[in-house]
């Protein structure tokens, strides 16, 4: 799917003036197809990342309970964190191709990898930063265990846990974008067909236009959300 | 299993079958990352750590790499493409301005958050503020300065696979066109870009940690 291999005349179509010269920008092409390309892969992408952060935030924190109730858990589960963020993208798909085919399973797994690093090193940080003279407290107070960790361990290392969701959040909207090198979905694919089609300018600049904002604005949402559950943190 | 194994052995009978091919697109995904995150480097170091020198720029910092993160690689590329044409410029453009965030962000917060003591010192020494800079906060800070490059090699190098379909070279020509390698071409090119994106950090983090500051035992 290079852009050598589109047609040799550019065929943009048979709409306004704007859109059969390829003009930078066509309102009528965006309001003509807002309806059947651009909100359903919207919608897409935004089911995508949320898929991905939310199994993404599950295995996260099951991992970080494990590396942190067990320290020596702790480096292999970074190392291997780190070692999945290092695949590029586009790769990883294909390397799971052979496994999951062809599927948004292949998509999502590869999501959830790159969640995977951001998460498990916001959640553990957060919680080993908790100073050893609260817990101590804490259990001098007669708190159990399992309280201390409740009431005193988990609310101090929300901040860093927030700060990681919002990372999190943010990349994979960014890396969903990719999705329709396995599966024509989100709003990467109004992107590629466009580049397919001698480049065609004004779905570039909508799709592209639409996951930044995307992006953005869940980045805004979640600081809204910081704000809210740890007002003593100045976000 | 079967058929999965299979996958795998055929990829590696690929890269046995066609080592030429792809050291030639390793040598253009090489060129294509390496020019990027110079020109990076040459933007963004400056920038960074003469801000962080000065303790300004904080709101900069900060915006430079949220905003940073919320640029989607493709759509980089896509922009890249439809405004510079294809050539040498629009895949180059998209990966530079990929690659700035993470090493501003870096070098700014690296020299910002330095020993003020130490600087302190430097000062009383009667050091200019490019001695106190260049002698006292980078070394410091080094470590921090190669954390974030390493996080540019690593998007770099991804990127640049993607900027296959803007007429980039290298090896995501052949990810991306199974109709000419096949699966088994797909996938080893797959393996091969990641081994050289993990063998990029690996070499960085080595560098900076040789760069680290030994840990002298306190008495």
């Known amino acids: ?235 | 299993m079967g058929p999965r194994v299979n996958t795998f052995v055929d990829a590696f009978r690929f890269m046995a079958d066609h080592p030429h091919m792809l050291l030639v697109k390793t040598g253009e995904h090489l060129e294509l990352s390496g020019a990027a995150l110079g020109i990076a480097l040459v933007i963004a170091l400056p920038i960074g750590l003469w801000l962080g020198h000065l303790h300004r720029g904080l709101f900069l910092a900060a915006s430079v790499s949220n905003v940073g993160r919320a640029l989607p690689s493709l759509v980089l590329i896509a922009f890249g493409l439809t405004i510079l044409g294809v050539g040498f410029w629009n895949n180059t453009a998209a990966l530079v301005i990929l690659a700035i965030p993470p090493v501003l962000t870096n070098a700014y917060f690296a020299i910002d958050q330095c020993d003020r003591d130490a600087v302190e010192a430097a000062r009383g020494m009667g050091m200019t503020g490019m001695q106190v800079l260049l002698r006292v906060e980078l070394p410091l800070g080094l470590p921090f300065v190669l954390a974030g490059i390493r996080i540019a090699a690593i998007f770099v190098i991804a990127t640049a696979t993607i900027a296959a379909v803007a007429g980039g070279g290298g090896l995501g020509q052949i990810i991306v066109n199974q109709a000419s390698y096949g699966l088994s071409g797909v996938v080893a090119a797959s393996l091969w870009v990641s081994a050289l994106a993990f063998a990029a950090s690996l070499v960085l983090t080595a560098i900076r940690k040789l760069a680290s500051p030994r840990q002298v035992p306190v008495p």
């Open chain 1, 1 to 235: 799917m290079t852009v050598a291999g589109g047609p040799v005349i550019p065929n943009f179509g048979t709409g306004s003036s704007c859109e059969v010269n390829n003009g930078w920008f066509c309102t009528d092409w965006v309001r003509e197809h807002w309806g059947d390309t651009l909100q359903p892969a919207l919608f897409q992408h935004i089911e995508l990342v949320a898929i991905a952060v939310g199994i993404g935030f599950v295995v996260a924190v099951a991992l970080a309970l494990a590396g942190f109730r067990y320290r020596l858990l702790d480096p292999p589960i970074g190392v291997f964190s780190d070692f999945l963020y290092t695949i590029p993208s586009l790769a990883l798909f294909q390397i799971l191709i052979p496994f999951t085919g062809i599927s948004v399973t292949t998509v999502e797994i590869a999501l959830v990898s790159y969640t995977l690093l951001i998460l498990y090193r916001n959640m553990s940080v957060g919680l080993r930063a908790v100073p050893a003279e609260v817990v101590e407290a804490a259990r001098g107070a007669g708190y159990t265990r399992m309280q201390t960790f409740v009431h005193v361990e988990a609310p101090l290392a929300l901040p860093a846990i927030l700060t990681g969701l919002r990372v999190a959040t943010v990349s994979t909207v960014s890396i969903a974008t990719i999705a329709p090198f396995v599966i024509a979905k989100g709003l990467g694919q109004p992107i590629y067909d466009a580049l397919g089609q001698d480049v065609f300018k004004t779905e570039i600049f909508t799709a592209g236009g639409m996951v930044i904002a995307l992006a953005l604005v869940l980045d805004g949402l979640l600081v809204a959300v910081q704000r809210m559950l740890t007002p003593w943190v100045r976000v």
